[in-house]
């Protein structure tokens, strides 16, 4: 699976090595034009950028770096009006637009009220009644503008986030999430050594239930399984519905042993619950710890062949399997074996 950079680094980096390159040559012309302290401003805008570009290749974080960039484009503005005068308030409306663009619409909105305020005095003093006031117009007019349009991408956007990665019958992650929070852990764990577990889960005999009771019954044992599970799990855990009755819980910070015992509670918790009237619900789970230099499959498969484990033991059961990786043929034989199997 790709550890490519995600599209707010990407989009950072640009902005940050294209705005070094475009204040450069104004630092230069005003240090050869004796301007010392704008060119000096200038100057060492282009280093910060540099630097917040070089952070943002190397660790691949974008919130600091992009609360950096925004408080670095407030502090030039601010800086150059008081420097060179009223004249350059103009370049408070592309900062603006920036700092909507690279922070959350609250954030921003509080980013552009300091810069106002700091703003206010020059321009009071800088100019007269009618410039002040369309100056002030326009510049609370973007903001505003800025704001509402932030405001709305903002929604839409988690609104499509949510349509992308949920279950939309449990309200559990799907497989889709699952994938990038595996990517996202294997990649850091590449970085420095992290302990996370995954324990895949399976409703057992879960056809039988669809049989008997109807799919209306079978989705609302599908529903409170995962309430269920939200119940026991910590909040920095995560459920996601990767199949049909098939889920799965990822448990950072949780090793082998620990995530055992988590297995264990919710099989306890399952069973008591009664998810169907006048029928025993119970899951098959299987364990598996993320190993050094494991891929996504690797671990994904490793936490499968526990639960074949589980469920040709007897189902209702916890299993861990501490076996060394199976064969390309051990594991085509499992498939076939479980392809031939009735459902559930």
């Known amino acids: 699976h790709s550890t490519a950079r995600k599209t707010e ?3 950072l980096l640009a902005m940050t090595m294209a ?28 280093v910060s ?4 570009s070089s952070y943002v290749f190397r660790t691949h974080k974008t919130e600091f770096a992009s609360i950096a960039v925004c408080a670095l484009s407030v502090g030039a503005i601010v800086g150059t009006v008081y420097i060179k005068g009223v004249s350059q308030v103009f ?3 592309p900062t603006v637009l920036i700092v909507f663009y ?14 106002l305020t700091m703003l206010l005095p020059k321009l009071l003093t800088g100019n007269d009644t009618m410039t002040l006031m369309t100056t002030l117009s326009t510049i609370v007019l973007t903001i505003a503008f800025s704001y509402a349009f932030s405001k709305q991408t903002a929604n839409q956007r988690d609104q499509l986030v949510r ?9 559990a992650s799907n497989r889709r999430a699952l994938s990038a929070k595996l990517d996202e852990i294997i990649a850091q764990h590449r970085r420095e050594p992290v302990t996370a577990s995954i324990l895949m889960i399976d409703l057992d005999h879960f056809k039988r239930v669809n049989d008997k009771f109807g799919h209306a019954a079978g989705d609302q044992v599908l ?31 949780l090793d082998e042993e620990a995530a055992e015992a ?40 490793r936490g499968d062949n526990a639960l074949y484990a589980a469920k040709d033991q007897g189902r209702n059961r916890v299993i861990s399997v501490q076996v060394p990786m199976l064969s390309e043929i051990e594991v085509a034989r499992m498939e076939r074996d479980a392809a031939q199997k009735p459902a559930g």
């Open 19 to 46: 705005g070094s390159f475009a204040v450069f040559p104004f630092a230069i012309t005003r240090l050869m034009q004796g301007e010392w302290l704008l060119g000096a401003l200038d100057l060492s805008l282009v």
């Open 91 to 93: 370049w408070t409306f």
């Open 163 to 171: 349509l992308a990665t949920k279950d939309p019958l449990t309200g």
């Open 102 to 115: 690279l922070l959350t619409p609250t954030r921003a909105l509080f980013a552009c009220a300091v810069a």
């Open 9 to 11: 680094e990407l989009i």
């Open 262 to 301: 988590l297995g264990e509670d919710l099989r306890v918790l399952v069973e008591a619950a009664r998810l169907a009237e006048d029928y025993p619900i119970t899951i098959s789970v299987g364990v598996a710890q993320l190993r050094n230099g494991e891929t996504f499959d690797d671990w994904l498969r």
């Open 223 to 253: 529903i409170g399984l995962v309430r269920v599970i939200k119940q026991r799990i910590r909040s920095t855990d995560s459920v996601f519905r990767i199949g049909g009755e098939e889920f799965a819980v990822l448990s950072q910070r």
């Open 49 to 52: 950028l540099l630097l917040i």
